[in-house]
C-alpha cells in the first residue's frame, strides 16, 4: 500500500500549529509552485517539523491524475429554518498544516514557504492555534473524545489500496468562532446536553437530547449516536484552539477520513438538512471558513512535485 503523508497518522501533535491556506494568482507557473513545495517539505524534514500538505480539486487535478472517487470542493451549508446558521465554504487550492514544539521554527517555514510562492499563490488565511490543557476546546470540553483508537487510523483516515488516491487522506478544516461567554453562562448540565458528553471527563450521557453535538456527529449503522448499533463513516480529529487579538477565540477543526462524503453528511446532520433537530452547537459556535481537501500519499506527492 502506499505510504500515507506520516502527520496524518501522529497524534503527538506539536504545542504550536500553522495552517496557512493559499490559492494561485494570474499567471502562476505550476512548475514553480512544485518547486517551492519540494523545498518546503526539505525544510520541514531538516528542522523536525511535522506536516501535511492538501490540495484542493482544482489543483490536484492539475498535478496529477490520482484523483479519489467524490472528491468536491466545500460549498457553504446553510441552515433552512431561518436561523441564518451556516458553515461557510472558502475553497481554496493548498493547505499547509504544520506543527513543532518550536514556534520560531514554525514561523521561518511557513515564512519561507509563503515568499517563495509570492507572484504564483496568494494567502487566504492563516490560523495559529495551540494546545489547550489535555486536549481540551476552550469550553473546557475534552476535544477529539470520538476518535478511533490510534491503531484504527489506517482503517479509518487512510484511502485503502486498490482504490483512487490510494494512501491518501480527505482533510475538512474549518475555523470555528465561539460565543464563549454565552456557553459560559449555561448551567454545567446544559452544557453538557449541548455536547452530550461530561465536561469534567467526557463521558458520553446514557440519554441523547435530539440537539446534541453527538446525535449529530456520531454516525451508526441505523439512528444516529444510538450506542446498540456499530458506528460507521468515523473520522479522525486533530484539532486545537485559538485566541486572536481582538478576543475572537474557537476552534480550528481538522479531520481526516478516508471518503468525503462522511463530513458532508454529519455537516447536513448538524444544520438540519437530513430532517434532524438543528445541532444546538452551532447556535454557540459557527464556521468562518470551510474547506475540503486531499492529502495525497508520499508516493503519489513525490511524483506530483518533480
Known amino acids: 500500500m502506499p505510504t500515507p503523508q506520516s502527520a496524518i497518522l501522529d497524534r503527538n501533535m506539536g504545542t504550536h500549529q500553522w495552517y496557512l491556506h493559499l490559492s494561485r494568482v494570474d499567471g502562476s507557473d505550476l512548475a514553480h509552485i512544485k518547486s517551492v513545495l519540494r523545498s518546503y517539505r526539505q525544510a520541514c524534514s531538516q528542522r523536525g517539523i511535522k506536516t501535511v500538505i492538501g ?18 470542493p466545500f460549498e457553504t451549508v446553510a441552515a433552512t429554518d ?10 481554496e487550492e493548498v493547505l499547509l498544516w504544520l506543527h513543532s514544539a518550536d514556534k520560531g521554527e514554525v514561523w521561518k517555514t511557513q515564512w519561507d514557504a509563503r515568499l517563495g510562492l509570492k507572484g504564483h499563490m496568494k494567502v487566504a488565511r492563516e490560523t495559529m492555534t495551540f494546545i ?30 486498490g482504490q483512487p488516491g490510494a494512501g491518501g487522506s480527505h482533510i475538512l478544516a474549518q475555523r470555528w468562532v465561539h460565543d464563549l461567554e454565552a456557553f459560559q453562562r449555561l448551567p454545567l448540565a ?26 449529530h456527529v456520531e454516525l451508526r449503522n441505523g439512528k444516529t ?3 446498540t448499533k456499530e458506528k ?40 438540519g438538512l437530513d430532517g434532524q ?3 444546538q ?26
Not at 484542493?56 to 472528491?71: A, H, K
Not at 431561518?82 to 475553497?91: V, Y
Not at 446544559?190 to 446525535?215: I, M, N, Y
Open 55 to 72: 490540495f484542493g480539486p482544482s489543483l490536484l487535478r492539475d498535478l496529477t491524475g490520482d484523483i479519489p472517487d467524490d472528491f468536491q
Open 82 to 91: 431561518g436561523s441564518g446558521r451556516e458553515a461557510k465554504g472558502t475553497q
Open 132 to 161: 489547550y490543557g489535555n486536549s481540551l476546546d476552550l469550553s473546557g470540553f475534552i476535544d477529539g473524545t470520538g476518535n478511533p483508537e490510534p491503531a484504527r487510523d489506517v482503517e479509518v483516515a487512510i484511502v485503502p489500496d
Open 190 to 215: 446544559a452544557q453538557e446536553a449541548v455536547f452530550g458528553r461530561t465536561k469534567p471527563d467526557s463521558t458520553r450521557l446514557e440519554v441523547q437530547v435530539p440537539t446534541s453535538h453527538l446525535s
Open 225 to 227: 449516536a444510538d450506542a
Open 232 to 271: 460507521r463513516d468515523e473520522i479522525s480529529r486533530r484539532s486545537t484552539p485559538y485566541a486572536f487579538h481582538d478576543g475572537t477565540v474557537g476552534l480550528y477543526f481538522l479531520a481526516f477520513c478516508k471518503k468525503q462524503a462522511a463530513f458532508r453528511e454529519r455537516l447536513q446532520g448538524m444544520y
Open 277 to 279: 433537530a438543528r445541532d
Open 281 to 306: 452547537l452551532v447556535d454557540l459556535s459557527n464556521p468562518a471558513s470551510g474547506s475540503f481537501y486531499f492529502a495525497p500519499s508520499e508516493e503519489t506527492l513525490e511524483a506530483m512535485l518533480r
